[in-house]
């Protein structure tokens, strides 16, 4: 992982080294943003409180670290989840800036955990429709409580495995999404087998953040592919996220930005 970073550090640029003026603008107004938002220091409160319970969960664990039977079971303090499992601020400040930025309409969070990166998300446009999938239903019933905290009542709880979870969402849709952050399942098949399912669901305008590109060989592989779907015009690497646009009118590059 570290010399993936320094790989990254060597090739990232700032924005005066982007020659696309979307690109540019979604650097200086977004990424580079530094405005303190009120909503920061709400969703903040909340996380110390998660990080200050020590109340002990049952965890039952469907990602690429779980056992072969499909799954892990084990107990962790709600304060240990928060510090490990839990995104940053730096990242969860970033994505409540792009939410509210291009304020996406119909959102979807796979990996909620906690709900730290869904407080972020959810009150960067409280009028979204936003779903939350998270398979634990123990956490799931932490995260309800805590985006109801910050006034996020508008978020709903997918209590299920993704591959259950997501084409039961997909095939109640009305409408395209808007945005996507997955956040679970670091594999490659899991990854690219959610990637085109979503793609069916998707208009131009839509947004999709992949965490954790670098997390492993198999992230690494399926973020490349990513890249490399026709459907996809623009991708910009964070190294700790990657985010995808579809937008027609922009022409075909994959942009490593400094962040």
Partial sequence: MILQYL???????????IHSPFVYSFIEDVIYDRKKYP????IENEITKLKQNRNVLEIVDFGAKSKKQGYNTHFRRISTIAAISGISKRHGRLLYRIINHFK????????????????????????AHFTGIEGCASVASITRNSVDAVGCSHVNLMMAQF?????????????NLDYVFVDGDHTYEGTMSYFNQLKNHISSQSIL?????????????????????AEVKVTVDLFYMGIVFFRGELSKQNFVVRF
Avoid at 168 to 175: D, E, N, P, R, V
């Fill in 7 to 17: 790989k990254y550090r060597l090739h990232a640029k700032t924005r005066h080294g």
């Fill in 39 to 42: 909503d920061y220091a709400i």
């Fill in 104 to 127: 996406p309409a119909i959102m979807l969070e796979m990996g909620t955990s906690l709900g730290i990166s869904t407080m972020y998300q959810a009150k960067g446009n409280t009028d």
């Fill in 163 to 175: 591959k259950t979870a997501l084409p039961s969402y997909l095939s109640g849709l009305t409408t």
């Fill in 209 to 229: 953040i992949f965490h954790d590109i670098y997390w492993s060989k198999g992230m690494k592989n399926a973020w490349e592919e990513i890249k490399q779907d």
